[in-house]
């Protein structure tokens, strides 16, 4: 019956024009997804390709430098690139009063953990196409975040560490020096450390106190040293205070240059005589002196010519116990010799510290990992860090100010 004939049940059966279109619609998202991924391919390679180019073209700059005779082109990009990104960046940087850095920190180690966890579970959820398709999105976001980060990486920071050596005096050639002429320079030093710690403010527990503006006294003085070494001209940002100071001082660190942010970062727990040096050594990593030994001699040569007191007396502090220990050390750590020299006063002893006794308790008590597992971290990653860059040596780079403050004075002190 026709009537009937209206309700059969269905055969079941597909159409071939319905299998076709539906193969052809697989086959369109599957030839979307390729061209997607191939597309992601190759964005991601023009991040990458730059990153291995100029790193590697920085390397080779100071080998081609000294054979063909040629400038090293990191010198130039210091010199004429480094202000723009300065500009930039750290004008953006210095609208916020908290440090960027930081918060780009905590989120890195939120992605990071975040990566990982998603990809173990995927592990047990492969089977949920939902899940399979946000991890997919997710490590593609991580992969476009972690190339940006390179490109920015070199750009702001490791191109720096194939500039040229500093040149003190108007030289960049080092030579040998006796014993005497670092006997004579760590004289010079505690001399100088005795005299400024009786010209500096104190309150009635004999704490140093200061009025001024540090910052502006910090840019300032490095301003004033543009004459000599004209990247330091230019923009400079508020140097920051960190949040996390508590674990910067268990790291014993006073501060941290965040190439990412073109910020300069410092530890707010610290003794107030490590400021005015740590500002102007954070400031010099900025204008893109990289290496810590020529940062340390800029924030040295800074504050000894402010003409401020309190800053002279930072920046002679900055650099005591390197010279000291130096010459401790070249004399075969003998005790009756070392202490036929010019002594260090009790007034300067109390002062250079990193932190007061009482901030020290402070941080203790706050702290959730012990000091010296912080401290191993930190001095493992600085030390990989600057292995990387090239800096063979790693923290003892720090203490090749000394070398830098030899041949400042050469001619003046013997």
Request: with cysteine.
């Amino acid at each position: 019956m026709l009537f009937a004939s209206m309700y059969e049940k269905p055969t079941g059966r597909i159409s071939e024009n319905t299998l076709s279109g539906r193969k052809n619609k697989i086959m369109n998202k599957v030839e979307k997804n390729k061209k997607k991924r191939h597309i992601h391919r190759i964005l991601l390679l023009t991040g990458v390709l730059p990153v291995i180019v100029i790193n590697a073209a920085a390397w080779a700059a100071p080998w081609i430098s000294e054979k063909a005779g040629w400038g090293n082109w990191c010198d130039w990009y210091a010199e004429y690139v480094n202000p723009v990104i300065v500009a930039i960046f750290a004008r953006f940087g210095n609208l916020f009063s908290f440090s960027l850095g930081e918060v780009m920190i905590v989120t890195a180690i939120l992605l990071i953990l975040a990566f990982l966890i998603l990809n173990i579970l995927l592990i047990f959820l492969r089977k949920h196409k939902k899940y399979r398709r946000f991890c997919r999105i997710y490590d593609l976001v991580v992969a476009y975040i972690t190339v940006v980060v390179c490109l920015i990486m070199t750009g702001n920071c490791t191109i720096y560490y194939h500039c040229s050596a500093i040149s003190v005096n108007g030289e960049t050639e080092e030579r040998q020096y006796k014993v005497e002429e670092l006997q004579e320079l760590r004289n010079y030093i505690v001399k100088q450390c005795n005299e400024y710690s009786t010209k500096v403010e104190r309150d009635e527990n004999g704490h140093i106190t200061y009025d001024g503006d540090m910052q502006e006294q910090a840019r300032n003085a490095l301003r004033k040293l543009s004459g000599r070494y004209p990247r330091l001209s230019g923009y400079y940002p508020n140097v920051k205070h960190m949040m996390f100071s508590g674990l910067m001082s268990q790291s014993y660190m006073a501060g941290y240059y965040f190439p990412f942010s073109m910020e300069a970062n410092c530890n707010a727990n610290m003794y107030i005589t490590n400021y005015p040096a740590t500002y102007c050594h954070e400031l010099a990593h900025l204008h893109g002196y990289i290496y810590e030994d020529e940062a340390n001699f800029i924030s040295y040569l800074a504050c000894i010519g402010s003409e401020d007191p309190f800053f002279i007396y930072s920046g002679y502090l900055s650099v005591l116990s390197y010279v000291d220990n130096a010459y401790y050390e070249a004399i075969g750590e003998d005790a009756e010799l070392y202490l036929a020299n010019e002594r260090i006063s009790e007034q300067v002893l109390s002062d250079d510290i990193f932190l007061l006794p009482e901030t020290w308790e402070k941080v203790e008590d706050k702290a959730i990992l012990s000091t010296d597992t912080v401290n191993q971290a930190s001095n493992t990653f600085t030390e990989t860090s600057l292995n990387l860059n090239g800096v063979s040596d790693g923290f003892a780079a720090y203490d090749r100010v000394t070398g830098l403050l030899l041949r400042y004075y050469d001619e003046e002190l013997y």
